[in-house]
């Protein structure tokens, strides 16, 4: 039907169709725009401060915890059956406390304290997953309940009171900006958290999703649950594990976070807006099918960049904290526009890749 | 045969209350009852009607989400349309210095409006509502920050203390914003009942294709349940306004959306759609409070009642699907 | 008495959808106050017919006349405005309101802005009772209601509309014995009111208990009207086969050796009992028995959807009880599932995915990589033996014809080159070519030594491809057949053939 349709649209129709039916190309086309756009307007001088590729590759580290809980929100809503995480900002907090705890005031290694928060955060997702896929209860219900719990216990745990020893301000080291090597100094300096928390996440993450036997199951489950029982799937093993791994991803955030902040919060994850809502919001800018069964971690990471991207020209055109609202507009603006395009592409090319 | 039809007449519709109803009732007597034995405090007026002034903005926007819910839809744009109403009524009462009819007027008509916007992009953008309001979500958020500017609207008059916990809020001891709620639930809970259109929101929440072939107008009555919301959203934010002190800081209406849909959860509603009650979430949304209030006369910290409105949620939910299964196994 | 007023008449239709001519030439008047049975085999045109006159399709050619007045029914509301209802297989109500609200769904009676529930349910008691219900029904929530009881009432909400004429689209097939006793009670009493009643059915022994005339289709063609009572079970399989005989088939000669799959008493409550069926290595055997007859069923419980409460299931000579499809699959059983679109395509992915699916420990590398290479070749390979029609393996198989379809999902079923090939309804929604060339592939797999056991309502598919067939009857194994067996003696003892 494609192809048909293909031999008799113009260029300009064929343009169109891509954009719409490749949500890939679609954010790369929003990308390039967006930092045009500020080139131009920095060139213009109507901006607080410089918008170049320095100042660019300096905002990266706050793609860092929105790339990754995006990705976990990937992972979940991928499964299928209204698949949804809501606990995992509440999921941050709890296991940032923990990290907090083991490195803060047990002094445990680093090393050790990172696996234990990972291993604390993938125990979360098994709450989770637990009830979703043993159980039975809509993934909204079951992670509207654990956000609740886990973040009662987050702040009840220490009463209310963040950790900020010692070794935790130390660690705001590893959100500083690094030279690369050999060609480092004719590029910008990058976020040291890209390359120790970002970029590893995002490749065992396509590692999963493309090259694994896992990901294979977890498409099929998400696109046709009943057909991948009568292939012998382990469908309930499938969507449990999709969900760990949402937690344990949620862990790695909760040890970044801590070191931003310098400081294990209670309300990390949840505080104000919570990290939950940007990060589905990423994921289904990137193309994730809220039906399951659909999406792919570029399309997350692209997203991520867009906003990252767009928020941080955002905060240099306004000034004092009507950027941070602007920032807020331009999240709903582009969501509802993908949306909305999700409905049209649905009605008019039969669905998006 | 006359007498079959008299039987019949008795019983039109299934019954008035349903399990979970008076489950969660017996459970609210239960736990008053433990509160009243443990804290001697807690059984006063002087406790009892604060709990019900709290209660009353979570239990009325969660009358227009019960509707959402039924009809198989979702609003997660509760808090941001709390800020925006607030926020602009809040500042109205301050700069214009507003009457109490004008200041709820202006509320519900500006929450009947994003409420517009929501119904309107989801009924006929076809997109899954819990995307558009999440998306909406934010919008609404930025408007309502933009409005408040920098800081907080400090000195609120008193005009709306008619909703409030003060004296003048009360009428024969009874909180004039639980008063209302208590009327709006009880007429939502008639029209749910005993109307067409009512009916209609279950059918839609069923089957939204066979729906429309029974003729229901499907997109309208969606975008109906929306409208409602907004509208129900915006008498909401003034209970929040007159609960307050003279202060609104930018915090307002943040995370009150997963409180009403944990209330309306609570109360037995079907995320699934096509069953719930909004009595059920009225005494939902008592429990959480009651809860909350009993958490803090204990002297407990008074974050650790979320954990107990987690542990509600997965009870009721889960005594629901247990529920399901057996009846489906029968 | 065929004095009757004819009440519906449809003269010379004919109906085409693409290539595919669904219907020739049919010609059936129906008449107030009877039953007419509407017969004939898978494909003969019976749901088209139906289709025509609910209003769901429109015919290419001829007339229908209405009380002797030619109508057009150009919709579904065109249908119902003409008083002409339909009840389908699968109830379509809404199980959280109660029957009374189904029943007026979309046009209430109200008083004073408000439903009246006690005039509704008035009218709804009385509806009940007119078809012999019981008036219990009429505030219960459909939900709690049995299947059974589910198709009562969509009855009831057929005939609210003030019907003339009722057609029932295979009303029995997910019925038991005691339901359908009441059924035919409801269909008594509404034609001795006068209501027409158009009766679909592949029961045949049930027919001489309710329906006063018989249409025969074959092949897109009406073969003739026949009153009930110059019939018998014997003549009706006759006419809906045609006097065609079997296809020519190779003589195929069946290795001698121990039964690979062997039933014994095999049973699951409420649903079939005392199946008895062996399986021989390189043998193929047909299960055949009509929609209902708990044929299906068995299929799910040999490949662990199911479990079985009676009788033995063994496999090469071992007894085995299979938790999930993964433990046939271990076990060395795939199954072709019967409901391609539901149970059997994940419909966005390509090709090769949907191949691999349900292998993928086969594809990887230490059981975690997959090994793309050779996922790659086996499903290039599969798609040349299989001769699926398609540029490359990574084309999604949503775009695919529906016989293309079934080779990719039957492709799957052969990467571990199973020792036992179930088949559920193999050919169901294919077209011709595919069927042949489906077929020829479970010869192939039978000589290769696979013990093929073939499930299936498609009459001349049993006799084309197996060597022996089973009967399936009221949920167990009657008679058994070999190759040469007739059409006509199969069917009957199918539908009901003792007479």
């Known amino acids: ?353 | 045969m006359s007498t079959v039809t008299a039987t019949i007449r008795h019983r039109v519709l299934p019954p008035r209350l349903t399990g979970q109803e008076i489950v969660l009732a017996g459970v609210l007597v239960v736990l008053w009852a433990a509160l009243a034995v443990s804290t001697p405090a807690f059984l006063t007026a002087g406790s009892i009607q604060p709990l019900l002034v709290a209660t009353a903005p979570i239990a009325l926007a969660g009358v227009g989400m019960t509707i959402v819910i039924i009809t198989g839809g979702i609003d997660v744009s509760v808090g941001g349309a709390i800020m925006v109403c607030s926020v602009l009524t809040a500042k109205a009462l301050v700069g214009a210095e507003v009457s109490l009819p004008v200041a709820v007027l202006l509320s519900v008509a500006v929450g009947g409006a994003l409420g517009l916007v929501n119904g309107v992009l989801i009924a006929y953008g076809r997109v899954h509502a819990i995307i558009i309001t999440f998306g909406t979500a934010n919008l609404f958020m930025f408007l309502g920050l933009r409005i408040f500017g920098s800081g907080t609207v400090n000195g609120i008059p008193g005009t709306l203390a008619f909703f409030g916990r003060g004296a003048g809020g009360r009428t024969l001891g009874v909180p004039h914003a639980f008063l209302i709620t208590v009327l709006i639930t009880a007429a939502a809970w008639w029209y749910l009942r005993h109307t067409a259109g009512g009916r209609h929101f279950f059918a839609i929440g069923g089957d939204a294709q066979a729906a429309r072939l029974a003729g229901v107008r499907v997109q309208r009555r969606v975008l109906l349940t929306y409208l409602i919301t907004g509208l129900l959203v915006g008498l909401a934010s003034c209970f929040v306004i007159a609960q307050g002190t003279s202060t609104l800081d930018q915090s307002v209406g943040s995370g009150k959306e997963l409180a009403v849909i944990a209330a309306v959860v609570i109360g037995g509603t079907s995320i699934m759609g096509g069953r719930g009650s909004v009595l059920g979430t009225l005494l939902g949304a008592l429990l959480v409070q009651s809860v909350a209030s009993g958490v803090t006369q204990l002297g407990w910290r008074s974050q650790l009642s979320d954990l107990f409105v987690g542990v509600f949620i997965i009870v009721a939910v889960g005594a629901d699907l247990l529920r399901t299964r057996a009846r489906r196994s029968r | 008495m065929t004095d009757e007023k004819p009440r519906l008449r449809l003269t010379g239709i004919a109906k085409r959808f693409g290539a595919v001519r669904a219907i020739l030439q049919a010609d059936v008047t129906v008449r107030a106050g009877r039953v007419h049975a509407l017969v004939g085999e898978n494909g003969a045109g019976k749901s088209t017919m139906i289709k025509i006159v609910s209003g769901a399709e429109t015919a290419d050619t001829g007339t229908i006349e209405f009380d002797g007045e030619p109508v057009r029914i150009g919709s579904t509301t065109d249908a119902i405005g003409l008083g002409i209802a339909t009840v389908y297989q699968e109830p379509q109500l809404f199980g959280e309101l109660t029957v009374a609200e189904n029943i007026f769904l979309g046009r209430e009676i109200k008083k004073a802005g408000r439903v009246d529930w006690a005039e509704q349910n008035r009218r709804v008691v009385e509806l009940l009772e007119r078809l012999g219900l019981p008036a219990r029904y009429a505030t219960a929530t459909v939900g709690t209601l049995s299947v059974a009881e589910q198709q009562q009432v969509s009855i009831a909400k057929a005939l609210a509309a003030e019907a003339s004429v009722l057609i029932l689209d295979e009303p029995s097939a997910i019925l038991t014995d005691a339901e359908i006793e009441v059924l035919f009670g409801v269909v008594r009493r509404l034609t001795a009111d006068g209501v027409a009643v158009v009766y679909i059915s592949h029961r045949l022994d049930e027919l001489f208990r309710i329906a006063d005339e018989v249409t025969v289709m074959r092949d897109g063609r009406t073969i003739g009207t026949h009153d009930i009572h110059d019939l018998s079970v014997r003549r009706i399989a006759e006419l809906m086969v045609g006097g065609i005989l079997s296809d020519e088939r190779p003589h195929r000669v069946v290795p001698d050796g121990p039964p690979v799959l062997e039933l014994d008493g095999f049973g699951r409550t409420g649903r079939f009992h005392d199946v008895d069926v062996r399986v021989r290595a390189g043998e193929i055997v047909a299960l055949y028995g009509l929609v209902g007859s708990g044929v299906s069923e068995i299929a799910a419980c040999v490949y662990g959807i199911d479990r079985s409460t009676a009788g033995a299931l063994r496999f090469e000579g071992e007894p085995v009880s299979p938790r999930s499809p993964r433990d046939a699959q271990r076990l060395g059983i795939a199954l072709l599932p019967a409901n391609r679109k539901v149970e059997g395509m994940f419909s966005f992915q390509s090709i090769a995915f949907n191949i691999s699916a349900g292998h993928l420990e086969r594809f990887s590398r230490f059981g975690v990589f997959l090994d793309r290479g050779r996922e790659r070749s086996v499903a290039l390979d599969l798609i040349r033996r299989l001769a699926v029609k398609t540029p490359s393996e990574r084309q999604p198989i949503s775009a695919m014809s529906g016989g293309n379809a079934q080779k990719v999902v039957l492709a799957r079923q052969l990467v571990e080159r199973p020792k036992v090939l179930v088949l559920a309804e193999p050919t169901q929604g294919v077209d011709v070519g595919a069927k042949e060339e489906i077929h020829r592939l479970i010869t192939e797999l039978a000589e290769e030594g696979t013990a093929v056991l073939v499930v299936t309502s498609d009459l001349p598919e049993a006799l084309r491809i197996a060597d022996r067939i089973q009967v399936v009857r009221g949920g167990t194994t009657t008679e058994e057949f070999g190759p040469d067996a007739s059409q006509v003696d199969l069917l009957a003892a199918a539908a009901g053939g003792t007479a």
């Not at chain 1, 803060?104 to 050790?112: R, Y």
């Not at chain 1, 590029?187 to 040291?192: E, M, W």
């Not at chain 1, 309930?236 to 931003?260: E, I, M, P, S, W």
């Not at chain 1, 409905?343 to 669905?351: D, E, K, Q, S």
């Open chain 1, 1 to 353: 039907m494609t192809a048909v349709a293909a031999q008799k649209e113009g260029t300009g129709a064929r343009i169109l169709r891509v954009l719409l039916t490749q949500r890939i190309a679609l954010l790369a086309v929003l990308i390039v725009a967006v930092v045009v756009t500020f080139f131009i307007q920095d060139a213009g001088g109507y901006l607080t401060a410089s918008y170049d590729f320095d100042y660019m590759s300096a905002s990266l580290i706050s793609a860092v915890p929105l790339a990754m809980l995006g990705l976990a929100e990937l992972l979940v809503i991928l499964s299928g059956r209204g698949g949804i995480d809501l606990s995992v900002g509440a999921i941050v907090s709890l296991a940032g406390m923990v990290f907090g705890f083991a490195y803060g005031e047990w002094g445990w290694p680093l090393w050790a304290a990172i696996i234990l928060t990972a291993g604390f955060g993938a125990l979360c997702g098994a709450v989770n997953g637990f009830l979703v896929s043993y159980i039975g209860f809509p993934a909204l219900i079951a992670t509207l309940a654990t956000y609740y719990a886990f973040k009662s216990i987050a702040i009840v745990i220490n009463n209310q009171e963040p950790i900020s020893t010692a070794p935790i301000q130390k660690l705001f080291s590893i959100s500083k900006s690094v030279e690369l090597p050999l060609f480092g100094q004719y590029v910008p300096d990058i976020p040291l958290g890209i390359f120790t928390f970002l970029l590893p996440t995002v490749v065992a993450v396509w590692l999963l999703l493309a090259r694994t036997a896992y990901g294979r199951r977890l498409y099929a489950i998400g696109t046709n649950d009943v057909a991948a029982r009568w292939s012998g799937l382990p469908v309930r093993d499938t969507r449990f594990k999709a969900y760990v791994y949402a937690g344990l991803l949620a862990g790695l955030v909760a040890v970044v976070t801590v070191g931003q902040f310098a400081s294990a919060r209670p309300d990390a994850g949840v505080s104000g807006n919570g990290m939950a809502l940007p990060a589905i919001t990423i994921a289904v800018l990137g193309g994730v099918a809220i039906t399951g069964g659909i999406g792919r971690v570029a399309g997350v990471v692209l997203a991520t960049l867009l906003i990252v991207w767009l928020n941080a020209g955002i905060l240099l055109a306004f000034i004092g904290n009507e950027g941070s609202q602007y920032q807020l507009l331009a999240l709903g603006a582009v969501l509802v526009f993908a949306a909305l395009l999700n409905g049209l592409t649905n009605r008019r090319y039969g669905g998006t890749s």
